[in-house]
């Protein structure tokens, strides 16, 4: 039995080796999106897979409730010392998410047993398939998302299977990044299993094991104390992916969120059905799947700082995703841009808990972490380069004590810039602009953070780009107790010029010699009464270039003279704006415009409707469904399914519908 201090030594020590493992692959790693925007984990596991250990400093803040048992177990042959064995296939144990996401596990054996294991995955470059960089939201099947590996060995006692090797190099763009990225973590594989050893030898090694149960009991203990402070009941919040697929229909995301005591469920019933995409989420529908409980991480964190994050976390909550849904998909649907919808999850779940306990949470983060991939010819080494130009990350909401974070908020800030003068030297492009966009942040009481904004320049014929993510093009990130919604995302080719093409959420392009793309995430959304932020804030923001002065003046009331606030000016001007609705929440008018036809209860008998179908089904029918629509509410969804069935005879009409129809 540990007491509290001999606890916090122990879960000092897994952090530190964790971190220990994360340098270790920062350090060695050959790609820039794993040295430089840092998208890749490390952990360290108990016996059956599930995790005790993550890094703070270094890597993806996703993946700390990832259990890889599924994984483990798949692999037909028995573990020994020095093995390592990876997969990428998001539907072999549900651990890899898309097939960049490459997982690699080594046990770690003491007295000779395995008493845990060390793991962790990096985001290849490029995995082989239909476009540069492996994703694309056009994509529809996993077949044309790159090469897959199910869970298998890799290096048997500390021997890299080459013929896997081979395989690899063959059907990757770029294999020499791939090859190094992953030796690289297993090194840093290596690391955590000398680290593991080291706490062994300090507690001993059923010390160690006990130590490990009692760590995730404690964050377990923690996770519970934080839901029995949240006032019991349902809260039901929905958002909107722009574009579910190339149809270009909006995807719903539907969350009941339920709190009772010291438990939760999320159910997700009611979101859009499996899509003909690659927006869908590989969940395998375990309830606990650490995919839909990133947006829960946060909001525990947040909460309590302190929390241990591992595995014993997750154990309060459970997860309801039906089959054939967006969440919980069934092969061979594609997954590649599950991240775009898991920022959208992350949004309906601080949505969920913002009307939960709204003195503690923020408005809405940009929700859009756009990561920009160009493949072109360098001319001065005569070779094709593809690579990661750098996420595009907007700005976090408006928090209940202060503005939100600009540029690279909330949710998606573990994604760290990559230096412009480290990529124009890999990459032959020219940046022609960097920074934070004006009057993109929400106002509020406390202001939403600023969105980024980034363009460059293309030197050689046929450069094709990939933008994956893209999306708050059309719904903006949401304000909350007054605050006002953030300004929308966007991505132009050659602007203010004749040639100006303006993208929307398309991800691809090809761009020729002396095209500029220029790509501008979505700002966070603003918390509170604009009209009671201090005026001096708004001349600051001003004169920072954060907010210009005729939004000064719009939203806030603020009216400038020579820089300075207009005292009178700005109380007349405040007297004289309509007071803001009670509305809880603000969508923006793109939003507000859609719901008029497609109501709550309109989308809530779509959703009826396609979950009686089977799976195959339902998104040819949500397609035609909205090709059809006239007027707005259940009745219109109703006559438009009624005349979808008319023209496709084919189409199944289960007994199953009158029963959601009654």
Not at 59 to 75: C, E, K, N, S
Request: proline share 6%.
């Amino acid at each position: 039995m540990f007491d509290k201090m001999t606890l916090q030594v122990l879960a000092n020590h897994a952090r530190a080796a964790a971190e220990n493992m994360a340098h270790t692959l920062h350090r060695t790693a050959h790609s820039a999106f794993v040295k430089e925007t840092q998208d890749f984990t490390v952990m360290l596991m108990d016996q059956s897979g599930d995790t005790f250990a993550v890094p703070m400093e270094l890597g993806a803040t996703w993946y700390p409730g990832l259990t890889y048992g599924r994984a483990i177990d798949m692999v037909d042959e028995e573990y020994r010392p020095g093995d390592v064995a990876f997969t990428n296939d998001p539907y072999s144990g549900h651990v890899a998410t898309h097939a960049p996401d490459t997982h690699l596990w080594k046990p770690v054996f003491s007295e000779g047993e395995i008493v845990a294991w060390t793991g962790g995955h990096i985001h290849n470059t490029d995995m082989g398939g239909a476009v540069p960089a492996s994703l694309s939201r056009s994509l529809t099947e996993i077949h044309q998302e790159g090469l897959r590996f199910p869970p298998m060995k890799l290096v048997r006692e500390g021997v890299f299977d080459e013929q896997i090797m081979k395989i690899m190099s063959t059907n990757v763009r770029k294999p020499a990044l791939n090859i190094g990225d992953i030796k690289a973590l297993v090194g840093a594989l290596g690391t955590g299993e000398r680290k593991v050893h080291a706490m062994i030898e300090r507690f001993g090694h059923r010390g160690f094991l006990s130590g490990v149960a009692a760590l995730m009991e404690q964050a377990e203990a923690q996770a519970r104390a934080i839901l029995s402070e949240i006032p019991d009941g349902e809260y039901v919040f929905a958002d909107y992916a722009d574009e579910d697929s190339d149809e270009a229909n909006p995807c719903r995301l539907k969350l009941t969120l339920t709190i009772r005591g010291d438990e939760a469920i999320l159910d997700f019933t009611g979101s859009d059905p499996q899509l003909a995409s690659s927006l869908n989420v590989p969940s395998g529908g375990d309830p606990r799947h650490t995919m839909l409980l990133v947006g829960v991480y946060y909001v525990l964190y947040t909460l309590n700082p302190r929390i241990l994050l591992n595995t014993g976390l997750t154990r309060p909550f459970t997860c309801i995703t039906p089959e054939g849904t967006v969440l919980n998909p069934v092969s061979p649907a594609a997954v590649g841009m599950r991240s775009l919808t898991c920022a959208r999850l992350r949004s309906v779940i601080f949505g969920a808990f913002v009307q939960a306990i709204p003195e503690r949470m923020p408005a809405a983060p940009a929700g859009n972490n756009c990561i920009v991939n160009v493949m072109t010819r360098d001319e001065r080494s005569q070779k094709t380069v593809i690579a990661a130009v750098n996420p595009v990350v907007g700005g976090g909401g408006g928090m209940p004590h202060r503005d939100g974070t600009n540029g690279s908020g909330a949710d998606a800030a573990y994604l760290k810039n990559t230096p412009i003068e480290i990529t124009e030297t890999e990459v032959p492009v020219e940046f022609v602009k960097y920074g934070l966009a004006q009057d993109t942040g929400g106002a509020g009481r406390w202001r939403g953070g600023l969105a980024t904004e980034m363009a460059f320049r293309v030197f050689t014929p046929d450069s094709r780009i990939t933008a994956r993510n893209r999306d708050r093009s059309f719904f903006r990130p949401w304000g909350t107790g007054g605050g006002k919604a953030a300004g929308l995302a966007d991505m132009v080719v050659n602007p203010g010029t004749p040639e100006e093409w303006r993208m929307g959420s398309k991800d691809t392009a090809i761009l020729q010699p002396g095209d500029v793309l220029e790509v501008r995430s979505a700002g966070g959304g603003g918390r509170g009464n604009p009209l009671e932020r201090e005026p001096w804030r708004v001349a600051r923001d001003v004169a920072r270039g954060y907010v210009s002065a005729e939004a000064a003046a719009r939203d806030y009331g603020v009216i400038l003279k020579d820089a300075e606030v207009d005292e009178a000016a700005t109380a007349k001007a405040r007297a004289a704006m309509p007071t803001p609705p009670e509305a809880f929440f603000h969508y923006g008018p793109e939003r507000e415009g859609y719901e008029a036809r497609w109501t709550a209860e309109a989308y809530d008998r779509l959703t009826e409707i396609l979950a009686a179908l089977p799976i195959h089904w339902r998104f040819f029918t949500k397609t035609e469904i909205f090709r059809r629509i006239e007027g707005s509410g259940a009745d219109a969804v109703e006559a438009a399914f009624a005349a979808t069935c008319a023209r496709f005879p084919e189409l199944p009409r289960p007994t199953t519908y009158a029963e959601a129809a009654e």
